[in-house]
């Protein structure tokens, strides 16, 4: 036994966690993969890693030091509890099996109840970064018991991204599902960042008429100022693509369907369990799905549109107001989500720093943005502040940020471009700072079909109002 961790799947991603593993002082990794081509080629492939492979359950094992730590990184699902139970039928109690998968939450959840008898600890662990954030540095999210990571914590640290000041990009995120969870999150966000920078992309076109060489400049400009992102910084590279075929801009021989793997669905999923608001990142995952039903999109191709052309005058005053949108719908969307944080962290009993998770996402994981720092030290100032929006930075970026919001939106509807989450993302904005909200009529309607009763504003008690009587109103419940 000579390996102080071990990874199970050796395809692209366990490949080069392990050998970003092998790479940090300190560390023999220990590899094994279902078929034993992969750990061949593997171990040809890189020497220099000097990994410990085996071609059984069993030799595997048997090379791990204890406690026994293995990353397992294969397909989620059914083959993830396979490689469970091949390990926890030779594991004892003390050692740790990790899921660096992008397993659902609720598995882990389960996985890890099922092995807490046999005093094994299970930690699901989310990983961020794809292919080369496995290999240079991952963004990564564990779960799992604070035992495990006394065990985890030190190996992790040497492996994950490190942030501009230093830091390493992990945290322990908090029990059982925590990791999973956080990452599920993570992904949804993702896919409203993208969503949003798609509509400034098509909005900028549209009104303009750039082509996407010179969009991708615009892209490139942001991305020197409050929106420096990864997403934007690769939006300009794949803008700024030509296909090497018919010398046409790259996106526009692309077809303009977009796929997903389900981790934005059960953002949205969880959101809807928890009474989450999540409106940017359900649109976002809704606008992906719009755009794949290509029967549909054929048969309305000749709906109707606005009468008039669209054109904009002042191209660069517009620009700015899409940069405006862009950032204040962002601000949204990622408020949404660490709401939606919030809410998995109280209903599934997990301790998790709001300011932490933002910390670990600023670099190695797809939304890596200097943005990150303004939310975690708006949790650091206020580790219970009730919204992202009303912390004092994001209330005033929001506030120099609403009439270009606005406009553009307006502009949108009326040039009859769809917009859905910059949209929504106002409409969400607008909703949270009324002062009185129509779910007042709501109630009304739904006491009257369902008697479903209502709360007043004037004294405190349940009442339902007698519709198919006299119309009086009755106390249902009183205030003591
Ligand atoms: P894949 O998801 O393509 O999975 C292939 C690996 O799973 C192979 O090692 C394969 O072994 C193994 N496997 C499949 N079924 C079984 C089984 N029944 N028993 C044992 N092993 C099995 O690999 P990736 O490297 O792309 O991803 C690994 C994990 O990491 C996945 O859960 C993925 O969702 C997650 N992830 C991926 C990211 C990415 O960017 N690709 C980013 C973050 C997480 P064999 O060679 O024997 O078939």
């Excluded at 492979?53 to 990184?73: C, G, N, Q, W």
């Excluded at 039903?293 to 005053?317: C, F, M, N």
């Amino acid at each position: 036994a000579t390996a102080n961790i071990g990874v199970v799947g050796l395809a692209v991603m366990g490949s080069n966690l392990a050998r970003n593993l092998a790479g940090r002082e300190g560390n023999t990794v220990a590899v094994f993969n279902r078929h034993p081509d992969r750990t061949r080629t593997l171990t040809a492939e890189h020497p220099e890693a000097g990994f410990v492979a085996s071609e059984s359950y069993d030799d595997f094992v048997a090379s791990l030091a204890r406690p026994r730590t293995a990353i397992i990184l294969v397909k989620a699902g059914a083959p993830t509890d396979a490689v469970i139970s091949e390990l926890a039928s030779r594991f004892e109690p003390g050692d740790i099996i990790v899921d660096g998968g992008n397993a659902n939450f609720h598995d882990t959840i389960r996985r890890e109840a099922d092995l807490k008898a046999s005093g094994i600890h299970f930690v699901g662990m989310g990983v961020s970064g794809g292919e080369e954030g496995a290999l240079h540095g991952p963004s990564l999210m564990p779960g799992g018991t604070a035992q495990s990571y006394e065990t985890l914590g030190p190996i992790l640290r040497t492996i994950a991204a490190v942030a501009p000041d230093g830091e390493p990009c992990v945290t322990h995120v908090g029990t059982d599902g925590a990791g999973h969870f956080v990452k599920m999150v993570h992904n949804g966000i993702e896919y409203a960042d993208m969503q949003l920078i798609a509509e400034a992309y098509d909005l900028i076109r549209r009104g303009t008429g750039k082509s996407p060489a010179e969009i991708a400049d615009v892209f490139a400009e942001w991305n020197t100022g409050e929106l420096e992102s990864y997403l934007i910084e690769i939006t300009a590279e794949v803008l700024r693509q030509v296909d090497a075929e018919t010398g046409a801009p790259l996106v526009d021989v692309i077809l303009d369907e977009a796929g997903a793997k389900g981790t934005g669905a059960w953002t949205v999923q969880n959101a809807l369990d928890l009474g989450v608001p999540t409106s940017g990142i359900a649109e976002a995952v809704f606008a992906r799905s719009l755009s794949s039903r290509r029967a549909q999109r054929e048969a309305a191709a000749d709906l109707p549109g606005p009468e008039t052309e669209w054109k904009v005058d002042d191209v660069d005053g517009f620009i700015e107001d899409v940069r405006q949108a862009l950032y204040a719908s962002k601000i949204v969307a990622y408020s949404q989500g660490f709401d939606e944080i919030i809410a998995g962290a109280e209903q599934f009993g997990w301790d998790i720093h709001k300011g932490d998770i933002a910390k670990i996402w600023r670099a190695g994981c797809i939304i890596r943005a200097r943005f990150l720092n303004r939310i975690s030290d708006a949790y650091a100032e206020d580790p219970s502040l009730v919204a992202l929006a009303v912390a004092p930075y994001f209330r005033d970026a929001i506030t120099g940020g609403q009439a270009p919001w606005r406009r553009i939106v307006a502009t949108a509807a009326q040039a009859g471009i769809p917009t859905p989450a910059f949209s929504s993302s106002l409409a969400y904005y607008d909703g949270l700072r009324a002062d009185r909200l129509p779910a007042a009529l709501i109630q009304g309607q739904r006491d009257f079909f369902g008697a479903h009763t209502y709360r007043r504003v004037d004294k405190p008690g349940v009442f339902h109002t007698l519709w198919s009587g006299d119309r009086s109103e009755i106390t249902i419940e009183s205030s003591n």
